[in-house]
């Protein structure tokens, strides 16, 4: 998933917002993936348990 990319502008606060907005993304990628991982894990459970 990628944000789309917002007009920059000439505000001071600029540069840090798209700081921000970057290391937000990141989080958001690891959490996916971690989401991804305990479904894979509940679904590997769930599998074991429904014979």
């Known amino acids: 998933m990628t944000l789309t990319k917002v007009?920059?502008?000439h505000y001071?606060?600029?540069k840090r917002i798209y700081e921000k907005l970057d290391k937000?993304?990141?989080r958001?990628?690891?959490l996916?993936?971690?989401i991804d991982d305990f479904t894979?894990?509940?679904l590997e459970i769930?599998?074991?348990h429904v014979k």
């Open 46 to 48: 769930k599998g074991r």
């Open 7 to 9: 007009k920059k502008s």
């Open 40 to 42: 894979d894990k509940a």
């Open 32 to 34: 996916e993936e971690e």
């Open 24 to 26: 937000l993304e990141k």
């Open 12 to 14: 001071p606060n600029t």
């Open 28 to 30: 958001f990628r690891l």
